[in-house]
């Protein structure tokens, strides 16, 4: 929370619209994304990913914290949950379409889910694991 640190200034002021403005394409995705995983991933019988397990919204129960540092924290658990869950279920829909890695370049992180896929590049690797 270095927002504490300094006093509310013009810069808090001015950043507050811009952040909370993104409440819209939040629930957008939120919507499109439950619409998505339940329907597609219950046809390919992927299992459904637990919700609960990826949003969190429980520090505004801390009687420590003001007001404003409460709605904030209730906004951060929803959209920061939001998307950890939206990235998990793209894990798992990548997992089912496509298991080749992407090739390496200096400085990409690799995805955890990347770990059992074949090498990029390696179609002998590609047709072991996923041939019939």
């Given at each position: ?26 629930v ?57 869950y ?30 059992g ?16």
């Amino acid at each position: 929370m270095k927002h504490r640190k300094y006093s509310r200034k013009i810069k808090h002021i001015l950043s507050a619209p811009l952040t909370w403005v993104m409440i819209i394409p939040l629930v957008i995705m939120d919507i499109s994304l439950e619409i998505y995983h339940n329907i597609c991933f219950r046809l390919l019988d992927i299992p459904l990913v637990k919700r609960i397990n990826y949003i969190r919204i429980d520090r505004h129960k801390l009687s420590y914290l003001d007001w404003f540092d409460k709605i904030n924290c209730a906004y951060c658990g929803y959209g920061i949950g939001l998307i950890h869950y939206a990235t998990i279920i793209a894990g798992k829909t990548e997992e089912y379409w496509c298991g080749i890695k992407h090739k390496k370049y200096r400085g990409f992180i690799e995805p955890e889910h990347h770990k059992g896929f074949a090498g990029y590049g390696n179609e002998k690797e590609l047709k072991e694991k996923y041939s019939n």
